[in-house]
C-alpha cells in the first residue's frame, strides 16, 4: 500500500522565543512551543494517519492519500501562527512504497528545498500611530495591563501575551524544580518575599527570589548533528528517540 510522508518544520524557533525579553515569556514561549507540538498534531489528524515525530518545531507524518497530508500540513501551518505568531515550512509529500529511511531522506530534501523557495511572503499589519509591544520591541500592542504582582501597565502583542499566560503557570518547566526544592508541599509554600496579599502566584519571580539581585537563569541548549542522529533512524528507531528525547 502506497503511503506518503509529510515533513515540516517550525522556522526560526530561537527568534521565536527569544523576541521577548522577558523571563516570563521566554518560558512561555518554550512551554507552548511543546504543548502545541504535542497536542495540536493529534486534534487534527485523520483516521488512519501516524505521527512518527512531533517535537521541537519538527514534525513527520505518514497517510493514506496525498491529499490528506496536504490539508493536514496547511492546517498545521495555520495553527501554528495562529497559536505561536511564527511560521511553519511544509514539504510536499513524499510518496512511500518500501523503505522507510529513503523517504525520509527525500521529505528530508523537500523540506530543506521548501525553506529555500518560498511561495509568498508574510508581512506584518501596522498603522501609523500604534503601541509597540515592550517585551519583544517589533510586535503591535493588543493588550495594555500589568503584570501579575505589579501594579504599572505595560503594552504586549498578541503572541508575547500568550507567551506570558503560558509562562505564568509552572506547568512542566517548573513543577519539577519546585517539588526538588520544597518537596511535595510546594503548592502550599510561601516564597521568599511573597506578599500575602498577592491575588495570583507568579512562579518564575517566585523563583527569582531566591537570588539577592532577583535573578534566575534559563538555560538554553542545542545538539549538534541531530539531522544527522535522525536520518539513520529507521521509523521504529525514529519514534523511539522522538520521544525519548522530550
Same mark, same amino acid.
Given at each position: 500500500?502506497?503511503?506518503?510522508?509529510?515533513?515540516?518544520?517550525?522556522?526560526?524557533?530561537?527568534?521565536?522565543?527569544?523576541?521577548?525579553?522577558?523571563?516570563?515569556?521566554?518560558?512561555?514561549?518554550?512551554?507552548?512551543?511543546?504543548?502545541? !507540538?504535542?497536542?495540536?498534531?493529534?486534534?487534527?489528524?485523520?483516521?488512519?494517519?501516524?505521527?512518527?515525530? %512531533?517535537?521541537?518545531?519538527?514534525?513527520?507524518?505518514?497517510?493514506?492519500?496525498?491529499?490528506?497530508?496536504?490539508?493536514?500540513?496547511?492546517?498545521?501551518? +495555520?495553527?501554528?501562527?495562529?497559536?505561536?505568531?511564527?511560521?511553519?515550512?511544509?514539504?510536499?509529500?513524499?510518496?512511500? %512504497?518500501?523503505?522507510?529511511?529513503?523517504?525520509?531522506?527525500?521529505? %528530508?530534501?523537500?523540506?530543506?528545498?521548501?525553506?529555500?523557495?518560498?511561495?509568498?511572503?508574510?508581512?506584518?499589519?501596522?498603522? =501609523?500611530?500604534?503601541?509597540?509591544?515592550?517585551? !519583544?520591541?517589533?510586535?503591535?500592542?493588543?493588550?495594555?495591563?500589568?503584570? =501579575?504582582? +505589579?501594579?504599572?501597565?505595560?503594552?504586549? !502583542?498578541?503572541? !508575547?501575551?500568550?507567551?506570558?499566560?503560558?509562562?505564568?503557570?509552572?506547568?512542566?518547566?517548573?513543577?519539577?524544580?519546585?517539588?526538588?526544592?520544597?518537596?511535595?508541599?510546594?503548592?502550599?509554600?510561601?516564597?521568599?518575599?511573597?506578599?500575602?496579599?498577592?491575588?495570583? +502566584?507568579? =512562579?518564575?519571580?517566585?523563583?527569582?527570589?531566591?537570588?539577592?539581585? %532577583?535573578?534566575?537563569?534559563?538555560?538554553?541548549?542545542?545538539?549538534?548533528?541531530?539531522?544527522?542522529?535522525?536520518?539513520?533512524?529507521?521509523?521504529?528507531?525514529?519514534?523511539?528517540?522522538?520521544?525519548?528525547?522530550?
Amino acid at each position: 500500500m502506497t503511503r506518503y510522508l509529510l515533513a515540516a518544520e517550525a522556522d526560526k524557533i530561537q527568534d521565536l522565543i527569544f523576541r521577548a525579553s522577558r523571563l516570563r515569556e521566554v518560558v512561555g514561549g518554550s512551554q507552548l512551543l511543546s504543548r502545541f !507540538c504535542k497536542e495540536v498534531p493529534q486534534m487534527i489528524l485523520p483516521n488512519g494517519a501516524r505521527i512518527i515525530v %512531533n517535537d521541537g518545531g519538527s514534525f513527520r507524518v505518514l497517510f493514506n492519500s496525498k491529499n490528506e497530508a496536504v490539508k493536514f500540513g496547511d492546517r498545521l501551518a +495555520e495553527l501554528y501562527w495562529l497559536a505561536l505568531g511564527g511560521s511553519l515550512t511544509v514539504a510536499s509529500p513524499i510518496e512511500m %512504497n518500501g523503505s522507510f529511511r529513503a523517504a525520509a531522506e527525500r521529505a %528530508n530534501k523537500a523540506l530543506r528545498q521548501a525553506k529555500q523557495h518560498r511561495d509568498g511572503f508574510v508581512a506584518t499589519s501596522h498603522l =501609523p500611530y500604534v503601541a509597540f509591544c515592550v517585551s !519583544c520591541g517589533i510586535g503591535l500592542a493588543v493588550e495594555h495591563s500589568a503584570r =501579575p504582582g +505589579e501594579r504599572r501597565r505595560q503594552y504586549l !502583542c498578541a503572541d !508575547c501575551r500568550a507567551k506570558r499566560h503560558e509562562g505564568a503557570d509552572p506547568g512542566e518547566f517548573l513543577s519539577d524544580f519546585f517539588e526538588k526544592v520544597v518537596g511535595d508541599e510546594w503548592h502550599e509554600y510561601r516564597w521568599p518575599g511573597e506578599r500575602a496579599e498577592k491575588e495570583r +502566584e507568579d =512562579p518564575p519571580m517566585d523563583v527569582a527570589r531566591f537570588d539577592a539581585r %532577583n535573578y534566575i537563569a534559563y538555560l538554553v541548549a542545542d545538539g549538534n548533528s541531530m539531522g544527522e542522529a535522525f536520518g539513520e533512524c529507521d521509523k521504529g528507531q525514529l519514534e523511539s528517540l522522538s520521544q525519548t528525547l522530550r
